[in-house]
C-alpha cells in the first residue's frame, strides 16, 4: 500500500519590485488578517496602524497572503534600521515590532503611517506618528475593530493547549481598563504554574521576571515569546480553585489572583507601573574605582531626578571599567543586571 499526500507546489519568490501586491500582517489582528497596502505613485507602499493595548504591534510583509513570500528582518522585534530581506519563506518568528513604549511614549489608539519602499538598489521601511488633525473622518487604520483575547496555558493542562478567559463586563458604568477572568483548580502537586498568552500566540506571553514566581514584589513582562520558564506559582490544597483575573490597557497590565478559600488575593503588576512607583530606590551594587582608582565592591544610592530616571556617579578603576548590577529597594532578590545580548533583565536572583 502506498500513502499520497499532495503538497502545495513551491513558489519561486520575486527578487525584484514588478508592481505587485504586498500585504502587511500583524498582531493587532491576531495575525489573522492579510491586508494590501496603498501603493502611490512614487512607488512606495503605505498603510495606517493603531497601536493597541500593549502600546506595541509587530508585523511583517508579503507578496502573497502567506508566508511563502514573506518580506521580513533578520531578528525579531526589528525597529525600521534593520536589514530587510526577502521575499521568502524564512521569515517564521523574524518580525518587525512598532514600539511604542520608548522615549517620550505613544498611548493606545495612536495611529503610525507604515510606509515600505522597493527598488531594484534596496527596500526601505519606515513608520512615523500620524497627527490627529491629518486623520480623515472615513479613515480605517489597521487594527481599530479587533479586540484580543487572553488564554491561560498551565501546568494543570501539562501545558498542552490554552485555555480560554472570558471578558467581564464592567457594570459600574465607569471607564476600566478591559479586564479577562478564568479559573483553574490545584492539582494532587497542590501547586500549580501559569503563564497568560494573547491570541494564542506564544510570542505573546505575559510571565513574571522570575521563575516559580509567588512574590508580588516581582513586576511581570510582555506581550514577547521571551519568558520561556518563567511562570507564576500558586500553591493551595488539592481541588482547590483558583481565580485568574488580567487586565491591560494603554500599555499597563494588572494580574490578580484570588482564593476564596484561604481568603488570600495576590495582585502583580507590569514592569513600567513597577518601576514608576511612588518612592522605588534603586542601589548600584559593584566594583567601582576609589580615590587611588583601586576597585572596591560597594553600594551606591542613584537618585530619581524624575518619576522613572535613576542616576548616580561612579569612578571608573584603573583600567577605565566598572562592573556592576542595580539592586531594588534595597533587596538582593530584586536586581536587574543584563544578558548576553546586553538586553535588560530582571528584577529577579538568577544575576
Known amino acids: 500500500s502506498a500513502i499520497r499526500y499532495e503538497l502545495p507546489r513551491p513558489v519561486a519568490p520575486r527578487v525584484q519590485p514588478i508592481g505587485q501586491t504586498v500585504?502587511?500582517?500583524?498582531?493587532?489582528?491576531?495575525?489573522?488578517?492579510?491586508?494590501?497596502?496603498?501603493?502611490?505613485?512614487?512607488?512606495?507602499?503605505?498603510?495606517?496602524v493603531r497601536l493597541g493595548p500593549s502600546r506595541c504591534e509587530k508585523f511583517f510583509l508579503s507578496c502573497s497572503q502567506d508566508t511563502y513570500e514573506a518580506i521580513h528582518p533578520l531578528f525579531d522585534e526589528a525597529d525600521q534600521t534593520a536589514q530587510i530581506v526577502g521575499p521568502d519563506w524564512d521569515g517564521k518568528g523574524l518580525n518587525f515590532m512598532i514600539d511604542g513604549r520608548g522615549d517620550g511614549g505613544?498611548?493606545?489608539?495612536?495611529?503610525?503611517?507604515?510606509?515600505?519602499?522597493?527598488?531594484?538598489?534596496?527596500?526601505?521601511?519606515?513608520?512615523?506618528k500620524v497627527a490627529a488633525s491629518y486623520m480623515f473622518d472615513d479613515a480605517r487604520p489597521l487594527g481599530g475593530g479587533f479586540e484580543h483575547s487572553y488564554q491561560l496555558r498551565g501546568s494543570w493542562r501539562d501545558w498542552q493547549g490554552f485555555q480560554e478567559l472570558r471578558r467581564v463586563e464592567n457594570s459600574s458604568g465607569s471607564v476600566v481598563a478591559p479586564t479577562f477572568e478564568g479559573t483553574f483548580r490545584i492539582g494532587f502537586r497542590l501547586q500549580e504554574e501559569f503563564q497568560i498568552v494573547r491570541d494564542g500566540d506564544m510570542a505573546q506571553a505575559f510571565y513574571p521576571c522570575s521563575t516559580r514566581c509567588s512574590q508580588t514584589t516581582v513586576p511581570f513582562r510582555g506581550?514577547?515569546?521571551?519568558?520561556?520558564?518563567?511562570?507564576?506559582?500558586?500553591?493551595?490544597?488539592?481541588?482547590?480553585?483558583?481565580?485568574?483575573?488580567?487586565?491591560?490597557?494603554?500599555?499597563?497590565?494588572?494580574?490578580?489572583?484570588?482564593?476564596?478559600a484561604a481568603q488570600e488575593q495576590l495582585t502583580w503588576y507590569d514592569w513600567e507601573t513597577w518601576a514608576l512607583k511612588p518612592g522605588r530606590s534603586l542601589q548600584l551594587s559593584g566594583?567601582?574605582?576609589?580615590?587611588?582608582?583601586?576597585?572596591?565592591?560597594?553600594?551606591?544610592?542613584?537618585?530619581?531626578?524624575?518619576?522613572?530616571?535613576?542616576?548616580?556617579?561612579?569612578?571608573?578603576?584603573?583600567?577605565?571599567?566598572?562592573?556592576?548590577?542595580?539592586?531594588?529597594?534595597?533587596?538582593?532578590?530584586?536586581v536587574l543586571y543584563p544578558n548576553e545580548e546586553m538586553t535588560l533583565q530582571g528584577p529577579d536572583t538568577e544575576a
Open 106 to 128: 505613544s498611548s493606545e489608539g495612536t495611529v503610525f503611517e507604515v510606509c515600505f519602499t522597493w527598488t531594484e538598489e534596496r527596500k526601505k521601511l519606515a513608520w512615523q
Open 23 to 48: 500585504f502587511i500582517c500583524g498582531t493587532w489582528s491576531g495575525w489573522k488578517d492579510y491586508d494590501a497596502m496603498e501603493r502611490g505613485t512614487d512607488g512606495a507602499y503605505r498603510c495606517t
Open 287 to 334: 566594583s567601582f574605582g576609589s580615590g587611588g582608582g583601586r576597585a572596591e565592591h560597594s553600594y551606591l544610592p542613584m537618585i530619581e531626578e524624575s518619576p522613572g530616571l535613576h542616576v548616580a556617579e561612579i569612578v571608573l578603576d584603573a583600567v577605565g571599567g566598572a562592573s556592576f548590577q542595580v539592586l531594588a529597594d534595597e533587596r538582593t532578590d530584586l
Open 223 to 260: 506581550p514577547d515569546g521571551h519568558g520561556k520558564g518563567r511562570n507564576w506559582l500558586i500553591r493551595g490544597a488539592q481541588h482547590e480553585t483558583v481565580k485568574v483575573v488580567f487586565s491591560c490597557a494603554d500599555g499597563r497590565a494588572s494580574l490578580r489572583v484570588e482564593r476564596p
